[in-house]
Protein backbone atom coordinates (compact mmCIF):
# COMPACT_ATOMS: atom_id res chain seq x y z
CA UNK A 1 0.00 0.00 0.00
CA UNK A 2 1.69 3.19 -1.09
CA UNK A 3 0.36 6.71 0.55
CA UNK A 4 1.41 9.56 -1.45
CA UNK A 5 1.50 13.44 -0.24
CA UNK A 6 1.90 15.00 -2.91
CA UNK A 7 0.99 19.05 -4.56
CA UNK A 8 -2.58 19.09 -5.82
CA UNK A 9 -1.13 20.95 -9.17
CA UNK A 10 1.18 17.69 -9.61
CA UNK A 11 -1.99 15.45 -8.61
CA UNK A 12 -2.98 15.18 -12.67
CA UNK A 13 0.42 14.48 -13.69
CA UNK A 14 0.75 11.30 -11.76
CA UNK A 15 -2.10 10.19 -12.14
CA UNK A 16 -1.60 10.05 -16.04
CA UNK A 17 1.91 8.51 -15.68
CA UNK A 18 0.60 6.15 -13.90
CA UNK A 19 -2.69 5.39 -16.32
CA UNK A 20 -0.09 4.76 -18.71
CA UNK A 21 1.97 1.96 -16.85
CA UNK A 22 -1.30 -0.01 -16.47
CA UNK A 23 -1.99 1.25 -12.46
CA UNK A 24 -5.86 1.24 -12.48
CA UNK A 25 -6.77 1.62 -9.03
CA UNK A 26 -5.96 5.07 -7.00
CA UNK A 27 -8.23 6.63 -4.11
CA UNK A 28 -7.42 10.47 -3.81
CA UNK A 29 -8.61 12.44 -0.40
CA UNK A 30 -8.15 16.26 0.13
CA UNK A 31 -5.60 16.85 2.85
CA UNK A 32 -3.96 19.42 4.77
CA UNK A 33 -0.68 19.90 6.45
CA UNK A 34 2.50 20.81 6.80
CA UNK A 35 6.24 19.15 7.00
CA UNK A 36 9.11 19.94 8.96
CA UNK A 37 9.52 23.65 8.01
CA UNK A 38 6.21 24.62 9.35
CA UNK A 39 4.43 25.66 6.35
CA UNK A 40 5.23 29.48 4.80
CA UNK A 41 4.92 32.95 5.59
CA UNK A 42 3.53 34.91 2.75
CA UNK A 43 4.47 38.17 3.71
CA UNK A 44 2.58 38.99 7.36
CA UNK A 45 0.51 35.53 7.28
CA UNK A 46 2.37 32.30 8.54
CA UNK A 47 0.26 29.49 6.74
CA UNK A 48 0.43 25.97 8.99
CA UNK A 49 -2.07 24.18 6.84
CA UNK A 50 -0.84 23.74 3.67
CA UNK A 51 -3.77 22.00 0.81
CA UNK A 52 -2.16 18.24 -0.38
CA UNK A 53 -3.26 15.64 -2.52
CA UNK A 54 -3.15 12.36 -0.67
CA UNK A 55 -3.25 8.93 -3.09
CA UNK A 56 -3.55 5.53 -1.83
CA UNK A 57 -2.72 2.89 -4.29
CA UNK A 58 -2.36 -0.62 -3.71
CA UNK A 59 0.27 -2.87 -6.33
CA UNK A 60 1.49 -5.93 -5.91
CA UNK A 61 5.08 -6.19 -4.39
CA UNK A 62 6.67 -6.41 -7.37
CA UNK A 63 5.39 -2.85 -8.73
CA UNK A 64 5.96 -0.72 -5.33
CA UNK A 65 9.15 0.55 -6.93
CA UNK A 66 8.30 1.19 -10.45
CA UNK A 67 4.83 2.95 -8.74
CA UNK A 68 7.71 5.12 -6.22
CA UNK A 69 9.57 6.29 -9.16
CA UNK A 70 7.07 7.15 -11.23
CA UNK A 71 5.08 9.22 -8.24
CA UNK A 72 8.50 10.84 -7.63
CA UNK A 73 9.54 11.63 -11.24
CA UNK A 74 6.04 13.54 -11.88
CA UNK A 75 5.72 14.90 -8.50
CA UNK A 76 8.90 16.60 -8.06
CA UNK A 77 9.36 19.83 -9.14
CA UNK A 78 12.04 21.24 -10.52
CA UNK A 79 14.59 23.62 -8.53
CA UNK A 80 16.77 26.06 -9.95
CA UNK A 81 19.43 25.97 -7.14
CA UNK A 82 19.90 21.97 -7.27
CA UNK A 83 19.66 20.89 -10.51
CA UNK A 84 17.49 17.25 -10.73
CA UNK A 85 16.12 17.52 -6.86
CA UNK A 86 12.71 18.79 -6.24
CA UNK A 87 11.66 21.99 -3.91
CA UNK A 88 10.59 22.11 -0.59
CA UNK A 89 6.45 20.56 -0.52
CA UNK A 90 6.94 18.34 -3.04
CA UNK A 91 5.45 15.45 -0.48
CA UNK A 92 6.40 12.40 0.57
CA UNK A 93 5.26 9.03 -0.40
CA UNK A 94 4.92 6.00 2.44
CA UNK A 95 4.67 2.27 1.55
CA UNK A 96 3.07 -0.14 4.27
CA UNK A 97 2.18 -3.81 4.63
CA UNK A 98 -1.43 -5.34 3.04
CA UNK A 99 -2.29 -8.38 4.95
CA UNK A 100 -5.37 -8.86 2.81
CA UNK A 101 -6.93 -7.44 -0.03
CA UNK A 102 -10.73 -8.37 -1.33
CA UNK A 103 -13.18 -7.40 -4.19
CA UNK A 104 -16.55 -6.73 -2.77
CA UNK A 105 -17.46 -7.20 -6.08
CA UNK A 106 -17.31 -10.52 -6.18
CA UNK A 107 -15.76 -11.09 -2.15
CA UNK A 108 -13.03 -12.81 -3.22
CA UNK A 109 -8.82 -12.04 -3.26
CA UNK A 110 -8.75 -9.36 -5.21
CA UNK A 111 -6.46 -10.58 -8.37
CA UNK A 112 -2.44 -9.21 -8.13
CA UNK A 113 -2.23 -8.17 -4.27
CA UNK B 1 -5.05 -5.62 15.78
CA UNK B 2 -5.69 -5.24 12.07
CA UNK B 3 -6.55 -1.81 9.90
CA UNK B 4 -9.29 -1.87 8.03
CA UNK B 5 -9.54 0.32 5.04
CA UNK B 6 -12.82 -0.21 3.05
CA UNK B 7 -13.39 2.02 -0.33
CA UNK B 8 -17.46 1.82 -0.87
CA UNK B 9 -20.23 3.69 -2.94
CA UNK B 10 -22.13 6.85 -1.54
CA UNK B 11 -25.46 5.21 -1.25
CA UNK B 12 -24.49 1.96 0.57
CA UNK B 13 -23.37 3.89 3.49
CA UNK B 14 -26.09 3.98 5.84
CA UNK B 15 -26.74 0.00 4.93
CA UNK B 16 -22.91 -0.59 6.21
CA UNK B 17 -23.32 1.67 9.08
CA UNK B 18 -25.99 -0.79 10.41
CA UNK B 19 -24.90 -3.85 9.40
CA UNK B 20 -21.43 -3.04 11.56
CA UNK B 21 -24.15 -1.71 14.55
CA UNK B 22 -25.27 -5.02 14.67
CA UNK B 23 -22.23 -7.05 14.62
CA UNK B 24 -21.18 -4.42 17.70
CA UNK B 25 -18.81 -2.27 16.07
CA UNK B 26 -18.49 1.16 17.59
CA UNK B 27 -15.62 2.63 16.21
CA UNK B 28 -15.77 3.56 12.78
CA UNK B 29 -14.32 6.57 10.45
CA UNK B 30 -15.54 7.70 6.63
CA UNK B 31 -13.72 10.10 4.85
CA UNK B 32 -15.17 11.68 1.65
CA UNK B 33 -12.36 10.31 -1.18
CA UNK B 34 -12.27 10.66 -4.83
CA UNK B 35 -11.40 7.02 -6.40
CA UNK B 36 -11.21 4.83 -9.51
CA UNK B 37 -10.36 1.03 -10.12
CA UNK B 38 -9.27 -0.95 -13.38
CA UNK B 39 -12.32 0.56 -15.14
CA UNK B 40 -10.60 4.19 -14.80
CA UNK B 41 -14.01 5.74 -13.26
CA UNK B 42 -16.36 4.37 -16.18
CA UNK B 43 -20.36 4.19 -15.84
CA UNK B 44 -22.92 2.69 -17.42
CA UNK B 45 -26.48 4.31 -18.09
CA UNK B 46 -27.72 1.82 -16.39
CA UNK B 47 -25.94 2.97 -13.52
CA UNK B 48 -26.20 6.26 -13.45
CA UNK B 49 -30.04 5.75 -13.54
CA UNK B 50 -30.23 4.19 -9.91
CA UNK B 51 -27.57 6.94 -8.44
CA UNK B 52 -28.47 10.05 -10.34
CA UNK B 53 -31.80 12.20 -10.24
CA UNK B 54 -33.87 12.21 -13.50
CA UNK B 55 -32.59 16.12 -13.33
CA UNK B 56 -29.30 15.73 -13.76
CA UNK B 57 -29.23 12.39 -16.35
CA UNK B 58 -31.85 15.32 -18.55
CA UNK B 59 -28.60 17.72 -18.55
CA UNK B 60 -26.09 15.06 -19.84
CA UNK B 61 -28.54 14.79 -22.39
CA UNK B 62 -29.10 17.65 -22.84
CA UNK B 63 -25.16 18.73 -23.21
CA UNK B 64 -24.54 16.54 -25.85
CA UNK B 65 -27.27 16.67 -28.80
CA UNK B 66 -28.27 13.42 -30.10
CA UNK B 67 -26.97 11.89 -26.80
CA UNK B 68 -30.82 10.44 -26.05
CA UNK B 69 -30.81 7.62 -28.60
CA UNK B 70 -27.37 6.63 -27.92
CA UNK B 71 -28.02 6.34 -24.11
CA UNK B 72 -29.19 2.74 -23.81
CA UNK B 73 -28.65 1.05 -20.63
CA UNK B 74 -24.80 -0.06 -21.47
CA UNK B 75 -23.73 3.07 -23.02
CA UNK B 76 -20.49 3.83 -20.56
CA UNK B 77 -19.11 7.13 -19.75
CA UNK B 78 -16.16 7.91 -18.52
CA UNK B 79 -16.16 10.16 -15.07
CA UNK B 80 -12.84 10.18 -13.89
CA UNK B 81 -12.32 10.12 -9.93
CA UNK B 82 -15.81 9.16 -9.16
CA UNK B 83 -17.29 10.11 -5.37
CA UNK B 84 -16.78 7.42 -2.81
CA UNK B 85 -16.27 7.10 1.23
CA UNK B 86 -13.25 5.18 2.95
CA UNK B 87 -14.35 3.45 5.88
CA UNK B 88 -11.56 3.06 8.58
CA UNK B 89 -11.67 0.31 11.35
CA UNK B 90 -9.22 -0.53 13.96
CA UNK B 91 -10.19 -4.24 14.79
CA UNK B 92 -8.50 -7.35 16.82
CA UNK B 93 -7.60 -9.82 14.82
CA UNK B 94 -10.19 -12.40 15.60
CA UNK B 95 -13.16 -9.82 14.47
CA UNK B 96 -11.39 -9.11 11.05
CA UNK B 97 -13.25 -11.52 9.35
CA UNK B 98 -16.60 -10.86 10.60
CA UNK B 99 -16.47 -7.16 9.40
CA UNK B 100 -15.25 -8.44 6.16
CA UNK B 101 -18.54 -10.41 5.70
CA UNK B 102 -20.81 -7.81 6.88
CA UNK B 103 -19.33 -4.94 4.83
CA UNK B 104 -19.61 -7.41 1.76
CA UNK B 105 -22.87 -8.27 2.76
CA UNK B 106 -24.11 -4.98 2.94
CA UNK B 107 -21.97 -3.55 -0.16
CA UNK B 108 -22.68 -5.91 -2.94
CA UNK B 109 -24.26 -5.23 -5.85
CA UNK B 110 -21.91 -7.63 -8.40
CA UNK B 111 -21.65 -4.92 -10.34
CA UNK B 112 -18.42 -2.71 -10.62
CA UNK B 113 -17.71 -0.48 -8.78
CA UNK B 114 -18.36 -2.21 -5.58
CA UNK B 115 -15.35 -1.44 -3.80
CA UNK B 116 -12.38 -3.16 -2.34
CA UNK B 117 -11.61 -3.91 1.27
CA UNK B 118 -7.69 -3.79 2.71
CA UNK B 119 -6.37 -5.28 5.59
CA UNK B 120 -3.55 -3.89 7.18
CA UNK B 121 -1.37 -4.74 10.26
CA UNK B 122 -1.66 -2.20 13.02
CA UNK B 123 0.79 -1.79 15.64
CA UNK B 124 -0.78 0.21 19.19
CA UNK B 125 -3.60 2.54 19.66
CA UNK B 126 -3.80 5.12 22.43
CA UNK B 127 -6.90 6.14 23.68
CA UNK B 128 -6.49 10.44 23.42
CA UNK B 129 -8.81 10.54 27.04
CA UNK B 130 -7.61 8.20 29.40
CA UNK B 131 -4.18 7.66 27.46
CA UNK B 132 -4.82 3.79 27.42
CA UNK B 133 -2.53 2.06 25.24
CA UNK B 134 -2.63 -1.05 23.11
CA UNK B 135 -5.70 -3.07 22.94
CA UNK B 136 -7.81 -1.41 26.06
CA UNK B 137 -7.99 1.48 24.05
CA UNK B 138 -10.07 -0.11 21.48
CA UNK B 139 -12.55 -1.70 24.15
Redesign the interface.
Known amino acids: ?IWAIIRPESAQRVIKAL?ITGI??????HVTGHGKEMGITLGAVHYTEIPKEML?I?VPDNDVAKTVMIIRTEAKTASKSTPGEGTIGDGKIFV??????????T?GK?CGT | MKLIIAILREDRVEDTKEALETIGVRGVTFLYVTGRGQQKGRVSVRELGESLNRNMRMQLVGTWPGAGSLLHNDTEFAFGFLPKRMLIIVAYDEEVNRIVQAIVNSNQTGRHGDGKIFICPMISAMRVRTGELGDKALS
Request: net charge negative.
Open positions: MDGGITRLMVTYVDDAFAIRAA
